[in-house]
């Protein structure tokens, strides 16, 4: 019984660190990532991979900006919008699963905006600009995780469109088209399809 308590106890803490450490702003938001993200578990390749809900969060004002967080990837940052859409996600150390890519998650410098892409000349782009590179985090028992998005569509797939908001320099990720519009932001190309 004391082993069970002592085994639970220290889980708990690990668990506390790994969320804490993730984040670098005392304005950051933490989330409850290990129960609530994940939705289902599925095998493509012969491999497992986790499809999780990704969630938006929104800081307006001078440093008005949209981010995502799906599992300890990305960063949430403001207050919480809700998750609008599912990822997959896969060992880092393995190629991301036939039919899809790798997606990054990008930070600015000063949180002024967060752009997630799959184009590694983008990416890299970005990282000579300063932006922080939110990609791929080390998980329990140091399994690195990271994030994928599918190339086409498929059954439970929508796209996932893209758009920036040049007043704020702000990217929106949506899979509703109308938002992004109605929220005055220029449309800037479909990034992939996700899961709703």
């Given at each position: 019984m004391k082993a069970t308590l002592k085994s639970s106890i220290a889980f708990t803490a690990i668990l506390a660190v790994l969320t804490l450490t993730s984040c670098e702003k005392d304005e950051l938001t933490l989330e409850n990532t290990v129960s609530e993200d994940v939705n289902t578990t599925s095998e493509i390749n012969?491999?497992?991979?986790?499809?999780?809900?990704?969630?938006r969060y929104y800081s307006g004002g001078p440093n008005t900006v949209h981010t995502y967080r799906v599992l300890n990837l990305g960063?949430?940052?403001?207050?919480?919008?809700?998750?609008?859409?599912?990822?997959?996600?896969?060992?880092?150390?393995?190629?991301p699963p036939s039919g899809t890519k790798q997606l990054f998650f990008l930070l600015a410098p000063g949180n002024r905006d967060?752009?997630?892409?799959?184009?590694?000349?983008?990416?890299?782009?970005?990282?000579?600009?300063?932006?922080?590179?939110?990609?791929?985090?080390?998980?329990?028992?140091?399994?690195?995780?990271?994030?994928?998005?599918?190339?086409?569509?498929?059954?439970?797939?929508?796209?996932?469109?893209?758009?920036?908001?040049?007043?704020?320099?702000?990217?929106?990720?949506?899979?509703n088209y109308n938002e992004g519009v109605g929220a005055g932001y220029a449309y800037e190309g479909v990034v992939g399809y996700v899961y709703r």
């Open positions: 012969g491999k497992a991979n986790t499809i999780s809900a990704v969630s960063i949430g940052i403001g207050t919480y919008e809700g998750r609008p859409f599912k990822l997959g996600t896969y060992d880092y150390i393995s190629a967060f752009v997630m892409t799959t184009s590694s000349a983008e990416k890299s782009n970005l990282l000579r600009r300063g932006f922080r590179d939110y990609s791929v985090r080390t998980l329990f028992g140091n399994i690195k995780k990271a994030a994928y998005i599918h190339n086409s569509g498929g059954s439970g797939r929508v796209k996932l469109y893209r758009f920036y908001g040049s007043s704020n320099t702000d990217h929106l990720y949506t899979t």
